[in-house]
């Protein structure tokens, strides 16, 4: 059971719009910023967002995220088939002293 | 270009140890917090442990607490992660990754397999 809460999967259609949630608490991202990360399968997890709303160089402004509260997001706009990958949450938890990540949402592009 | 070069894994026995090592290169490798994250076959990300640069502060998830050790090397720009008293709930590809502020893990290596198994 993870820390941060993701749905496991979801779906839609080639050039469509995704958002997928990441719900913590006041210890985690209640306090802290939130990153997202995309791992294709076979192949190490990549940074995507960092301080809940920041792209690195290189990611498309395809990607964005917000954070409300114990909540955040992470959008995905003209999805691609090339999207098709896992997506993980990831924060500092204050009360456990510990990293923290969400269980993950393999999204799929049909 | 940040290269993270994981390397240690195997095929080990329950109860047994083993030390990973990861090879850092492409940033100063002494100013940067520096972690080790797992993936269980199937499963997924769990952070394991973190260091600070000079390797004054490290914490641990709970479940490895007491029996993995994350250290470093500066002079040799490397991490390592001594893990003993292991079971077959360690078995996971394991991860370096550069830490940066806000616990954002910039960089990941392309990590070392480790199997648990009599």
């Known amino acids: 059971q993870s820390v941060l809460t993701q749905p496991p999967s979801m779906s839609a259609a080639p050039g469509q719009k995704v958002i997928i949630s990441c719900s913590g608490s006041?210890?985690?991202?209640?306090?802290?910023?939130v990153s997202w990360y995309q791992q294709v399968p076979g192949t190490a997890p990549k940074l995507l967002i960092y301080d809940n709303n920041k792209r690195p160089s290189g990611i498309p402004d395809r990607f964005s995220g917000s954070k409300s509260g114990t909540s955040a997001t992470l959008g995905i706009t003209g999805l691609q088939t090339g999207d098709e990958a896992d997506y993980y949450c990831g924060t500092w938890d204050n009360s456990l002293s510990a990293g923290v990540f969400g269980g993950g949402t393999k999204l799929t592009v049909l | 270009e940040v290269q993270l070069v994981e390397s240690g894994g195997g095929l080990v026995q329950p109860g047994g140890s083993l030390r990973l090592s990861c090879a850092a290169s492409?940033?100063?490798?002494?100013?940067?917090?520096m972690s080790w994250v797992r993936q269980a076959p199937g499963k997924g990300l769990e952070w394991v442990a973190n260091?600070?640069?000079?390797?004054?502060?490290?914490y641990y998830v709970d479940s490895v607490k007491g029996r993995f050790t994350i250290s470093r090397d500066n002079a040799k720009n490397s991490l390592y992660l001594q893990m003993n008293s292991l079971t077959a709930e360690d078995t996971a590809v394991y991860y370096c990754a550069r830490l940066g502020d806000r616990q954002v893990y910039g960089y990941w290596g392309q990590g070392t397999l480790v199997t648990v198994s009599s």
């Open positions: 492409g940033f100063t490798f002494s100013s940067s917090w």
């Open positions: 260091i600070k640069q000079d390797g004054s502060q490290k």
């Open positions: 006041s210890s985690n991202i209640g306090k802290n910023y």
